[in-house]
């Protein structure tokens, strides 16, 4: 397993934003893919956003054209910029790493009506 360590959660209005962040050990951004998943409580784990190491990105439906995953290779940083946030978009979001049961902790996202 890989430590991956997520921050930037907490609490945005309908329409705001929030920038997510998750830092991972030295040169595992750089050479693995990396992605973004959310859970709501009762729910199964969904996909939100994943970034291969030459930059190809894919988004799960509900989040096109609003989320943005990036990284920082030099920093070893996964980011997930959420702007136009819906209250479907509160869950707890998950930084997946390259391997087998490679997850954060998850970080809490709630966004109010």
Do not use: H
């Amino acid at each position: 397993q890989v430590q991956l360590v997520e921050s930037g959660g907490g609490l945005a209005q309908v329409g705001g934003s929030l920038r997510l962040s998750c830092a991972a050990p030295r040169k595992i951004v750089s050479s693995y893919p990396m992605g973004w998943y959310r859970q709501v409580s009762g729910n199964q784990r969904e996909l939100v956003a994943t970034i291969t190491t030459s930059g190809v990105t894919e988004y799960g439906d509900s989040v096109k054209g609003r989320f943005t995953i990036s990284r920082d290779n030099t920093m070893n940083t996964v980011y997930l910029q959420m702007d136009n946030l819906k209250p479907e978009d509160t869950a707890v979001y998950f930084c997946k790493g390259p391997f087998i049961n490679s997850w954060g902790r998850g970080i809490q996202v709630t966004v109010s009506s």
